[in-house]
């Protein structure tokens, strides 16, 4: 009898469990369908009716197709088509999602197909892959998949991360004034997000000004101002808000690190070192100021240092996508990456399949997909960057129509500034640099893939 009860005790406890964790999945997407009915254009629902004569585009990548609201690279891509012909009525369908990668990409690609219906795919992915994230029709992948598509999880993880910063800022601080209890770092997608989707930089400058009156002593306003005004191109206010952050919190390793973004920005790459380096001595377990060492070292022709910079960031976070491309642009071997680790007294605990290899078999995966149900596919290539790249993934004789975009941001960007075009950095080399597209960087991706989807349809006006 005493066995029965504990049994039934367990089974109660894990039952309890398992429904809390279900409801707060449920609960966590359903606040996340809210906030996206409310922040998402109105006009990019599928509730509309449609004539025959339209022609409907659906739009896949991650945060540089999703993010910009009317600004947009899919919302422009309509309006641009529907000024230039009145033959068809276009439709774009921005199904862009932030921080996704080609697996999920593939993954959801039938629902979407079957809920849009498109006559044309466009594709701009493949920035945020990593690996062993690989779409299959094998119940494996679809469990791993699902999983690590859970909400729980992915607040699970986060949670971890966090405990895991807060931990390493504590050792570092053991014996120094603590930091500000109040200071909580919003990502870069919130300050993007709030800047272009919404509009209303003003409003947060507004709100971030009157906290600093109420308390001076606060830190995470003029950081959070600096981040704004980095991203907006205005360096010199920028550079004011985050040396008073310092002032104020002399061990905030993200000042540091955000410091040397705004130096790297305007090209004082001595500086943007010095500052780097500070953030290091004050977490070392932090990404972005090693990303940014390396590709400061790639520019200074030194890639003995750079490799070991970015290898670094790997054996942090194994999964980041900025050291892994930036190594992949040096052709590292798998024993070149064991050997330099060796070197630096780090334990080597990377066995990578190749991010290429990943890429490229979730492009062919998605092009056989719209291939078997007759649909157009139109692979774009980031900004800057070679099509090649893109060419490359497949064989030669599919029907795709690969987009660059390479020549005409290059050209733009020698008659404006980065900052005219982007507002941050995502892919930072010697032969290219590109990010976040700004409404005017967005306008430029528009314009150009509209007028190759007009000749493909042979519509002169």
Not at 83 to 110: D, M, P, Q, Y
Not at 131 to 158: C, E, H, N, Q, S
Not at 203 to 214: C, I, W
Not at 232 to 243: D, E, F, R, V
Request: glycine fraction near 6%.
């Amino acid at each position: 009898m005493a066995n029965t009860t504990i049994k039934q005790k367990i089974g109660l406890i894990l039952t309890g469990i398992i429904f809390t964790l279900i409801f707060l999945e449920v609960g966590l997407r359903s606040a996340g369908f809210v906030l996206l009915y409310v922040s998402a254009p109105k006009e990019n629902t599928i509730s509309e009716s449609y004539t025959n004569n339209t022609y409907r585009i659906l739009a896949l990548g991650e945060s540089t197709t999703e993010m910009g609201g009317k600004n947009s690279w899919p919302s422009q891509l309509e309006t641009v088509l529907n000024n230039k012909t009145n033959k068809f009525r276009f439709k774009v369908f921005n199904e862009g999602i932030a921080g996704t990668t080609t697996a999920f990409i593939v993954a959801r690609l039938g629902n979407n197909l079957q809920k849009y219906n498109p006559n044309m795919v466009i594709t701009m992915m493949g920035i945020n892959d990593v690996p062993y994230i690989k779409y299959d029709d094998t119940f494996r992948a679809k469990v791993i998949l699902f999983f690590t598509d859970l909400r729980i999880y992915k607040l699970g993880t986060w949670i971890i991360a966090s405990l895991h910063e807060k931990f390493n800022m504590t050792n570092h601080n053991t014996n120094e004034t603590p930091i500000s209890e109040n200071f909580s770092t919003p990502t870069e997608e919130d300050i993007l997000k709030k800047i272009w989707d919404e509009g209303k930089c003003n409003d947060a400058e507004n709100m971030f000004r009157n906290t600093m009156q109420l308390d001076s002593k606060n830190d995470y306003p003029y950081y959070f101002l600096g981040c704004c005004y980095r991203i907006l191109g205005k360096y010199t206010i920028a550079l004011n808000m985050t040396l008073k952050a310092i002032q104020i919190n002399p061990l905030n390793y993200k000042t540091y690190s955000l410091l040397g973004d705004i130096y790297l920005a305007q090209g004082n790459v001595d500086l943007a070192k010095v500052y780097y380096e500070k953030s290091i001595k004050l977490n070392q377990n932090q990404t972005n100021a090693y990303n940014k060492l390396g590709y400061i070292y790639e520019i200074k022709g030194m890639s003995k240092k750079a490799k070991e910079m970015y290898l670094r960031t790997l054996w942090i976070n194994p999964s980041d996508v900025v050291a892994a491309v930036a190594l992949l642009d040096f052709n590292l071997t798998y024993q070149e990456m064991k050997t330099i680790y060796e070197k630096m007294n780090i334990p080597f605990r990377i066995t990578l399949e190749s991010i290429e290899s990943i890429t490229k078999y979730h492009y062919n995966k998605l092009y056989a997909i719209l291939a078997s149900h007759g649909i157009k596919y139109i692979a774009m290539q980031y900004p800057t960057l070679d099509v090649a790249e893109l060419k490359d993934m497949f064989k030669g004789d599919e029907d795709i129509i690969f987009v660059s975009n390479e020549n005409n941001f290059k050209e733009a960007l020698k008659n404006g500034t980065y900052s005219d075009y982007f507002i941050d950095h995502i892919h930072e080399n010697r032969e290219a640099s590109w990010g976040h597209a700004t409404p005017l960087g967005n306008r430029l991706i528009a314009e150009n893939v509209a007028t190759v989807i007009l000749e493909e349809l042979n519509i002169t006006k």
